[in-house]
């Protein structure tokens, strides 16, 4: 049973205010979704969330049974899939696989990473060089590197971009699976991916 | 002791990982050596006809060294963040053993550019070195401090506009003592010194790599942020 909470964040850039006093709760089985504009401060919030970006004020709080997590515990503990957080395009898809798992402390047999592949539809391309990707075959890799230590814990930021219709399909298959293993935070304002949230968190305009 | 070995393996992952993009893309091994091998030439050319005391190439060697690590060790967290990889490896790999996979990398990088650099200089001009093993202990010692310095400078500066311009002029003064003591560690390793009074040197040299790898592992967290 796992357990996000955003607490009173706001974030300024310089005397620049994204947002202020967000605050937000969602749980194990549950969806999260950061909806607003362009620069409304979806990606901002999100990056907040993953240890990536730091509030100016308020904070994030992950529990697991009910007890907060610790900044390692919880980086150990996401998969963060979006737009401007690439793969490396010098390693095949295997080779990214291989080496995430390994930072991550995991082994990964061939069939798994074969597995992985399949399952977000790259298989039998596992051996060719990521930069040889279209963007649509990048996006599904970052899928499987992202997904490939199951987190409990699953942030996606404009999670169907770059994606043709099978790819979108995709989508709504791994976040219906994410539900069974946790919860899942996507920044988005696709209404389509807006429509999967069970609650939606509005960014609004700066005033 | 699991922990322990999972953060070796993710530390050599890094590094791993590092060194088969080099071998692919060859961006920082084709800068170091183009930038050592052109120095070397021109100097070897502008000077050679002087012949130069040998205390004077004992320095010229740790100035071409140093400028071309200058030339490509940033590479190391540049790349990353040029590429957009950076915050993936921020989530996926524990801190500490980024820094110590990037720093074996660059430290391979230094090793491949002297096996390269180091005996065209001494051929060319004419360095005469007395104890082989010693000449090779103090480059090693050079190297592990050399590596952990700019290590830890380069992911400072990978998020900064003027990355190029910022790294040397932070790198030098952090590495003057290490440059001062390789220098005089390389003279004494010459034929006409026969060792002496190179022991303070080693001495300064193993001190320096320890605190700074030391040092950075401590601090590498902090700066290992957006």
Known sequence: MVRLQVQKVLKRYGRLRVFRDLEAEVRSGQVLVLAGRNGSGKSTL?????????????????????RALGNEERRRLI?????????????????????????RGLRLAPEEGARLLSDVGLGGRGDDLAQTYSSGMRQRLKYACGLLHRPPFLLLDEPGAGLDEAGRTMVERLIAQQRERG????????????AYGDIVLHLEERP | MSELRAWLAAAGAVCAKDLRAEFRTRYALSAIGLFAITTLTVISFALGPFGLEQDLLAALLWVVLFFAAMAGLARVFVREEEAGTAPALRLAAPP?????????????????????????????????????????????????????????????????????????????????PL??????????????????????????????AVAMVTVSLMLFPLVWTE
């Open chain 1, 46 to 66: 999100l990056r907040i969330i993953a240890g990536l970006a730091r509030p100016t004020r308020g904070r994030v709080v992950f529990y697991q049974d009910d």
């Open chain 1, 79 to 103: 998969g963060l899939v979006a737009l401007d957080v690439a793969i490396y395009g010098e390693l095949t898809a295997w080779e990214n696989l291989s080496f995430f798992a390994r930072v």
């Open chain 1, 183 to 194: 919860l899942v935070v996507l920044a988005t304002n696709e209404p389509r991916e807006v």
């Open chain 2, 96 to 176: 500490g053993a980024v820094y110590l996979g990037k720093y074996l990398f660059n430290l391979a990088l230094l090793l491949m550019l002297e096996v390269l650099i180091v005996p065209l200089f001494v051929v060319m001009m004419g360095l005469q070195v007395g104890s082989l093993g010693l000449f090779a202990l103090v480059l090693l010692l050079g190297n592990l401090g050399l590596a952990g310095a700019t290590t830890i400078i380069a992911a400072m500066v990978s998020q900064a506009s003027a990355r190029g311009a910022l790294f040397t002029v932070l790198s030098f003064p952090l590495l003057l």
């Open chain 2, 179 to 208: 440059l001062i003591s390789a220098i005089e560690g390389t003279r004494s390793t010459l034929a006409q010194s026969a060792a002496a009074g190179i022991w303070p040197s080693l001495q300064v040299l193993g001190a320096y």
